[in-house]
């Protein structure tokens, strides 16, 4: 086939059905598109969804405004130290110096690609106040050592469920282990709104805390102060921002929570396909997933050694490209940007496991909205790709 006529195939495309359209245009005509009865309704539908009571859960424009107010939330004091990895996107990182907070990374395990416990412990110095592990991919991290350091330190700890809607540790859902959860919709997660993130937090006073700094930091939003029960006055208790989530953006995440399991399946079957048919390429596929776990199976990704393999990681992904068929880089490293550099003086070398991770790894498309025909697209591409 010539592949320049292909249609191209986007990574991470989320599935939209007609229950999301149809819900978005009701919300369309019900002439009330901002934080409203449609965000409550997919803040107590996740909360049941993750065993919690619905009051602390709350709804806001993306992971990194959960991640940023949780922290604040949390009262953690202004230039405290919050260990996280290297093995991340910037937002990670971003939201811990928007709270004015000191980001120190600790190295990841090279099996897991998850923050290493021991590196954590290593890492703690007496300003150390908070740890933020990222369940990477999906995978949940090792959260029993992680709070039995926490409770060792006397730390906060929030997690970044961003890849981990689905994930659970021993049978708790991902994002309970801690003081906050931070969660994201994102147009490429498992549960998309388009842009959008749920806090969860173990405390119902500091999650009603992180949702007045999610809106100015008002004491009253708009669908109490502008519904038909009347004119609600408020007061502006907290220098807060604006990081409420639409209830536009909700019409669509409300339907996309309800087929959660229907499309993790989907992922699964997608995730054993690649499984089974990279098994005899020299790349290393994912690690499988741990018997006491549940995978929120949100990346694939694959590792190309140049050597092994005979193509460097950047040759594979424009050939890829070339095939028509879109990747990702999850990540390079946080210390590979010239920002943290400059600010910190970090060097790549310094964590070792994610810089190799961070050259050497591609995602392939994984998604619900992939169809059989997708995959073997993807499967033949990286074949021929690999087999040069």
């Given at each position: 086939?010539?592949?320049?006529?292909?249609?191209?195939?986007v990574?991470?495309?989320?599935?939209?059905?007609?229950?999301?359209?149809?819900?978005?245009?009701?919300?369309?005509?019900?002439?009330?598109?901002?934080t409203?009865?449609?965000?409550?309704?997919?803040?107590?539908?996740?909360?049941?969804?993750?065993?919690?009571?619905?009051?602390?859960?709350?709804a806001?424009?993306?992971?990194?405004?959960?991640?940023?107010?949780?922290?604040?939330?949390?009262?953690?004091?202004?230039?405290?130290?919050?260990?996280t990895?290297?093995?991340?996107?910037?937002?990670?990182?971003?939201?811990?110096?928007?709270?004015?907070?000191?980001p120190?990374?600790?190295?990841?395990?090279?099996?897991?690609?998850?923050?290493?416990?021991?590196?954590?412990?290593?890492?703690?110095?007496?300003?150390?106040?908070?740890?933020?592990?990222?369940?990477?991919?999906?995978?949940?991290?090792?959260?029993?050592?992680?709070?039995?350091?926490?409770?060792?330190?006397?730390?906060?700890?929030?997690?970044?469920?961003?890849?981990?809607?689905?994930?659970?540790?021993?049978?708790?859902?991902?994002?309970?282990?801690?003081?906050?959860?931070?969660?994201?919709?994102?147009?490429?997660?498992?549960?998309?709104?388009?842009?959008?993130?749920?806090?969860?937090?173990r405390?119902?006073?500091?999650?009603?805390?992180?949702?007045?700094?999610?809106l100015?930091?008002?004491?009253?939003?708009?669908?109490?102060?502008?519904?038909?029960?009347?004119?609600?006055?408020?007061?502006?208790?907290?220098c807060?921002f604006?990081?409420?989530?639409?209830?536009?953006?909700?019409?669509?995440?409300?339907?996309?929570?309800?087929?959660?399991?229907?499309?993790?399946?989907?992922?699964?079957?997608?995730?054993?396909?690649?499984?089974?048919?990279?098994?005899?390429?020299?790349?290393?596929?994912?690690?499988?997933?741990?018997?006491?776990?549940?995978?929120?199976?949100?990346?694939?990704?694959?590792?190309?050694?140049?050597?092994r393999?005979?193509?460097?990681?950047?040759?594979?992904?424009?050939?890829?490209?070339?095939?028509?068929?879109?990747?990702?880089?999850?990540?390079?490293s946080?210390?590979?940007?010239?920002?943290?550099?400059?600010?910190?003086?970090?060097?790549?070398?310094?964590?070792?496991?994610?810089?190799?991770?961070?050259r050497?790894?591609?995602?392939?498309?994984?998604?619900?909205?992939?169809?059989?025909?997708?995959?073997?697209?993807?499967?033949?591409?990286?074949?021929?790709?690999?087999?040069?």
């Amino acid at each position: 086939m010539d592949q320049t006529r292909s249609p191209f195939l986007v990574f991470g495309a989320p599935q939209i059905d007609e229950a999301e359209i149809a819900e978005v245009v009701a919300c369309l005509r019900s002439g009330w598109l901002g934080t409203g009865p449609r965000v409550a309704q997919l803040e107590r539908d996740f909360a049941i969804f993750r065993g919690v009571q619905h009051e602390r859960a709350a709804a806001v424009n993306s992971c990194t405004a959960a991640l940023h107010v949780s922290m604040l939330a949390a009262g953690i004091e202004p230039g405290s130290e919050v260990i996280t990895t290297p093995l991340t996107f910037c937002a990670t990182v971003n939201a811990i110096l928007h709270a004015g907070l000191v980001p120190v990374l600790a190295d990841v395990d090279p099996v897991t690609q998850n923050i290493d416990p021991d590196a954590i412990e290593a890492a703690i110095t007496p300003r150390t106040r908070a740890i933020l592990p990222v369940h990477f991919a999906g995978r949940p991290c090792a959260m029993d050592r992680i709070m039995a350091v926490a409770r060792k330190y006397g730390l906060v700890v929030i997690e970044d469920c961003a890849h981990a809607v689905e994930s659970e540790y021993r049978g708790q859902p991902l994002g309970t282990f801690g003081d906050f959860g931070c969660f994201s919709f994102y147009v490429t997660k498992n549960i998309t709104t388009g842009e959008g993130g749920m806090i969860l937090g173990r405390s119902e006073e500091q999650v009603a805390r992180a949702r007045v700094l999610a809106l100015h930091g008002m004491s009253k939003d708009a669908w109490h102060r502008f519904g038909d029960k009347g004119y609600k006055h408020y007061q502006v208790v907290e220098c807060g921002f604006k990081y409420n989530m639409m209830d536009v953006q909700a019409a669509i995440g409300l339907h996309q929570l309800a087929r959660v399991e229907e499309s993790w399946r989907h992922r699964d079957e997608i995730w054993r396909r690649y499984d089974q048919a990279f098994a005899q390429l020299p790349i290393r596929l994912p690690a499988p997933a741990d018997s006491e776990t549940r995978h929120g199976r949100h990346l694939y990704t694959v590792m190309l050694d140049a050597q092994r393999c005979g193509i460097a990681r950047d040759d594979f992904l424009e050939a890829m490209n070339v095939a028509r068929i879109g990747t990702g880089v999850h990540y390079l490293s946080i210390p590979e940007h010239p920002y943290y550099q400059r600010r910190f003086g970090w060097r790549p070398e310094q964590w070792p496991n994610a810089m190799k991770l961070g050259r050497e790894t591609v995602s392939l498309p994984l998604s619900p909205a992939l169809s059989d025909a997708d995959v073997e697209r993807v499967v033949d591409a990286v074949r021929s790709i690999l087999h040069g």
